[in-house]
């Protein structure tokens, strides 16, 4: 149970002046014994109340976290402290009860004792009826709200799938048949001939007393029914010709969940521009400035992931400029703009969730931002752009038609690459940068460099769109650059081109003419380029003489070079 972290920690404190404190993080904590064993107890049930509440961790007892040497630091944990005691002790101040793993550690010649616990199943609290929960380095309160979503985001609640009270003659028959058509059309057309209560059974829409769940309710309730399960419940649609201008479309509804995903996102398509694209091979491709299958599916997600326990409605703006998709509640426990796209499907209302997704209006894998970032990308605009205030989840999609070099590039492409997210994100980025690494492209892939650099080989190797570039191509994490073939196919889709020597000499030229020299940082800045790159051009330029040094430093991006022999007059 204890974790690797702890040994390596142990090793480092008190070393060159580490203390305790700069060691510890979202798993590890350090304290010293206190003045009694009463106290000390306490001390460490608080401590395991925080770290159970989020995702485990361990306190090591007999540290003093603030000490700067080693003998300082290690300050031991008596023998008159037994495991079992120390087990108990904490059993005794934790509700529900704690129990937890406790060893003893030997560090030179000191007895310390770690204390582990995993991820709670339950919220815990201490004595006092106090939880917290550890985010980064510190114990913040934890109060029910939070605990419910945490709750929600381990599978443990779902307000979909509990009972609404309102039974089966409160459904609507108008979307009890479109339900029927959407399973027909699902290839689910064993389900329906089936009457009404066989098919809520079959869905799991209905609970054991026979009252419809939450989520049949939201699906399939008459309007009147559905106000009373979710108060506030809706949705809201506006058109503006420009950003700025009065709003010459308004929508707003009160209908069941099939039906109101079926209203905005029709509202949505009516009022799409379309340019027709004609490709190789005689094929004529449509784009809009919203492509439909990303627009459905945030649309979609904005309703089975919103928050009903929380007052609002989804609400859709529209204009050319942009289009704006708003529901309430922030995003589930554990998920941020910053892993949408890599977290594990944990969506807040399963049932509901798993509904949708039998009858194909969207993806229960978790795979529906994939989606969504998927067809914005192959027609060259940017992924959407998601923000979650904690009280809303904002997704938005830039306007305009995209870019026909890069959609003419990407239907030439094998399907695999054509359609792979990584690929799509990294060759977006390529248009705009001229190389890319590992670690900057794990940030916008949302994964760790080393997988990011299994993107960038199999695009090197197996794709042969990017190559390594020379200098760093002996590196663990090289910065990749596109080959001149697909600079070439890509054409007008990239915004930067690759510089000549004479355009790069004349650059460096006319900056030191305004500013009077030039540094390898700011080489690095004038081109995109890589620290080595960037030498390079500087050691050309000084062979030449072109350039010489100001200074009798032997080296650093901060040298300041300036006019040679061979500089032009």
């Known amino acids: 149970m204890e974790r690797p972290e702890v040994d390596v920690a142990l090793q480092a404190v008190g070393n060159n002046g580490v203390t305790a404190d700069s060691l510890e993080s979202e798993t590890l904590e350090f304290k010293l014994v206190a003045e009694s064993a009463k106290t000390t107890y306490t001390l460490l049930a608080d401590a395991l109340v925080c770290f159970v509440n989020a995702g485990g961790g361990t306190v090591v007892l007999g540290v003093d976290d603030k000490a700067t040497t080693r003998t300082a630091a290690l300050r031991g944990v008596p023998a008159s402290y037994n495991l079992d005691q120390i087990r108990k002790g904490i059993f005794d101040r934790t509700q529900p009860p704690i129990t937890p793993f406790v060893t003893e550690k030997t560090v030179d010649g000191v007895r310390l004792v770690a204390v582990s616990v995993p991820q709670g199943v339950l919220p815990h609290c201490n004595r006092a009826g106090l939880a917290t929960r550890r985010l980064g380095k510190e114990c913040l309160p934890f109060p029910p709200d939070q605990q419910r979503e945490v709750m929600i985001a381990r599978g443990q609640v779902d307000w979909s799938a509990e009972s609404s009270g309102a039974r089966i003659s409160d459904l609507s028959p108008v979307e009890m048949g479109r339900l029927r058509r959407l399973l027909d059309t699902s290839g689910r057309d064993h389900l329906v001939e089936l009457s009404d209560s066989a098919l809520m059974d079959a869905l799991r829409l209905l609970v054991s007393d026979g009252t419809v769940t ?16 979710v108060p506030g419940y809706g949705y809201s649609y506006q058109f503006r010709p420009t950003t700025g201008s009065e709003a010459t479309r308004r929508l707003r509804g009160t209908r069941p969940l099939l039906a109101a995903i079926e209203t905005v996102v029709e509202a949505v398509a009516i009022r799409q521009e379309v340019h027709p694209l004609n490709i190789s091979g005689g094929v004529q491709l449509q784009l809009t400035d919203y492509p439909h299958d990303a627009v459905r599916e945030l649309i979609v997600n904005a309703f089975i992931h919103r928050s ?35 977290h594990p499907s ?111 080989s199999a695009m090197s190797a197996e794709y042969h769109l990017i190559e390594p570039t020379r200098r760093t191509a002996g590196k663990p994490f090289p910065s990749y650059r596109l080959l001149s073939a697909t600079v ?82």
């Open 214 to 229: 939450n989520a049949g309710v939201i699906l399939l309730g008459e309007e009147t029914i559905l106000q009373k399960t």
């Open 308 to 342: 009903y326990e929380t007052t609002g409605t989804v609400d859709i703006e529209h204009s050319p400029e942009r289009l704006i998709i708003i529901s309430p509640g922030g995003l589930v426990a554990g998920v941020t703009p910053q892993n949408i796209l890599t």
């Open 346 to 456: 944990t969506p807040r209302n399963r049932l509901l969730t798993e509904t949708i997704s039998i009858l194909q209006l969207a993806e229960r894998t978790g795979q529906g931002i994939d989606r969504a970032y998927r067809e914005m990308l192959r027609v060259g605009k940017e992924p959407p752009a998601i923000e979650d205030t904690g009280t809303i989840v904002r997704a938005t999609l830039t306007g305009g038609m995209g870019n026909d070099a890069f959609v003419r590039f990407i239907n030439e492409l094998p399907p695999k690459a054509g359609r792979d997210v990584n690929v799509l994100l990294t060759l977006t980025h390529l248009r705009t940068s001229s190389s890319i690494d590992a670690p900057r492209l794990g940030a916008v892939i949302q994964r760790p460099p080393a997988e990011a650099q299994e993107v960038l």
């Open 488 to 569: 070439a196919a890509m054409s007008r889709a990239i915004t930067y081109a690759r510089r000549d020597a004479d355009e790069i000499d004349q650059k460096i030229i006319d900056h030191i003419n305004e500013y009077g020299y030039v540094t390898n940082r700011t080489i690095q800045r004038l081109f995109d380029i890589h620290i080595y790159a960037a030498r390079d051009i500087l050691n050309k330029l000084q062979k030449r003489q072109v350039l010489v040094k100001l200074s009798d430093a032997r080296g650093g991006i901060g040298i300041r070079y300036g006019r040679g022999p061979q500089f032009p007059q």
